[in-house]
Structures are given as structure tokens and as C-alpha cells.
């Protein structure tokens, strides 16, 4: 059958593929995977990495590495990972023989809102900051590539990811629901999208194997937008904690937002963010295997 190459193997989302049904070669920087006895270690993902060696008998790659948003990068640090790293990985598995190329992608390509229709495949792409332009950039070199080499591209645009250990927005909030009772989202009725970590990692597996991916764009989510108070909600229910909701406005916090600088992180939180993810079900036949509700109940196992 060949093997998957998953570059990104020791992050929050690699920590997640499941290991005993695949064969699977890891690519790691520093340290070793406690599942995993199949390596190829690299010094970084760049435009210069030497991949020599890395393709023997693999049928499709999965490229999660990658610089992901932080003010601690530049223009030319998201270039250097996020586009040529990614473009020279791929140019080198095409001529290597690897039949198709799996790229984590974002919904920030898409934009940070939608206005009552959700993203679609169709959306027209806006990058909303430098990381999402990076992204869009590897996307659109990758479809050239596909194009001259005939290496088999599947694009894949996670919304927030969510889970044990999760970095980013998710794991601060998970930290705040787990140790203060009262949050601010009583009057918040908004809509958004959100995947599991463990369905993202079931998608991105069935996308490096179903012979119907290749050449196609998804949205990933668990396929039900929710409010960020219900999403709290299922926080505090996942880590087994008492939550209350106070009725503040969505315009206060949005005003206070505005006043301490958080504007963005508040749209975030109240903001309207769906996506229609169909076309994976479509194409591919796929459902999310797990709710939400039974993907956070794996919080509290992370949290004992």
C-alpha cells in the first residue's frame, strides 16, 4: 500500500493520527515519537531541505509542518517555512514518485468573518494577515506544480482546531474554563466552526487515501457551527466543571475590546465564523466519526 510521510508528526494535531492503522514515517527535528519507530529527521522546512532519502515507499505525504500565527514572525519567515519549504518538499516528491501531496491549509485564507453565508470552496480567497498569505501563496504554487508534474494536491483549510493540549485560542480558553467558574457569553448567540483534533486527523488520512481527493479544496470542521457560549459550555462539560454564563452584551465586550486593544481577539469569540464543509461528505463520503461532545470528554483525561 505504501506509506504516509507526515511532516509536523510531533505537534498538537500529529499527536493525534492513528498510528496503528497506517504505516506511517514521521518527519521530526529533535526528538524522538513515543509510537513511532519509522523517522526522517530534518533540521528545518525550508526551501534548502535535503530530502534524500525521505520517499522510499511512499504513496502520499501530509504536510503539517509549518509556521503557524505569531507576531514573533516576519514576512520572510512565513515565506521561508510556510511557501518555499513547502513548495521544494513537494517538487521533491514529485520527482521522487509520490503520487499525491496533502497540505494543512487555514481558513484565514479565507477571511476572519462571514456576513450570514458562510465560506464555501467557491469563496473568493482573503487572506486576512501574513501567515494566511503564506498559505494561500503554498496553495496556489502547489496547484502549479500539480499541473507541471502531475502530483496528486488535496488542500485541506481547517477551522479552529480543538483538543487535549491544544495551543492557541482553544487552550486558553480551556485554562480560563478550568479555573474560573463565570465567563461572559450568556447573551452570545453567534455562529461558528470548529474540528476536533481527532476528526482533522481522520480527514487528512482519508484525504492522502481516497482515490477521489485529489485536485479538491475543504473546509474542515465537525460540521455543526455553534456559539461560542455553547462551545464554552461543552468546555466545561468535557472537563467535568460548573459554568456560568453571565448575560453581558455583545456590544460591551466589543466596547471594551476596543479599549484594551483585544478587538480582534473579542471577534474572535463573538463573531459569526461558518463554513460549508459538505463537499468532504460529497466527494469523499466522510463524516466527522466523532461529536463534539465525545471529543471533549477527552479534555478531562488530558486534565487528570
Known sequence: MGKLLVTGISGFVGQHFPFVSYDIRGVIRTFEHRFLDDFFKVENIDGKTVWKNAFGNVKAIIHLAGLAHSHSFTNDDYQSVNVDGTLHLAREAA??????????????????????????????????????????????????????????????????????????????????VNKVPVLPFGLVNNKRDFISVQNLADLLVTCANHPKAAGHIFLASDGEAVSIKDFSNAIAKGLNKRLIQLPVPVWCMRLAGKLLGKSIMVEQLVGDLEVDSSNAQEVLGWIPPYTMQQAMHSLLENNK
Not at 465560506?119 to 494561500?136: C, G, M, R, T, W
Not at 502530483?151 to 479552529?160: K, N
Not at 482546531?161 to 492557541?168: C, Q
Open 95 to 176: 520527482i521522487a514518485g509520490v503520487k499525491r501531496f496533502v497540505f494543512v491549509s487555514s481558513i484565514g485564507v479565507n477571511g476572519t468573518a462571514t456576513q450570514q453565508v458562510p465560506f464555501s470552496v467557491d469563496s473568493e480567497p482573503k487572506p486576512h494577515n501574513a501567515y494566511a498569505q503564506s498559505k494561500y501563496d503554498a496553495e496556489i504554487g502547489l496547484k502549479k506544480i500539480a499541473d507541471e508534474t502531475g502530483l496528486e494536491v488535496v488542500i485541506v483549510r481547517p477551522t479552529l482546531v480543538y483538543g487535549p493540549a491544544a495551543p492557541g485560542n482553544f487552550g486558553s480558553l480551556t485554562r480560563l
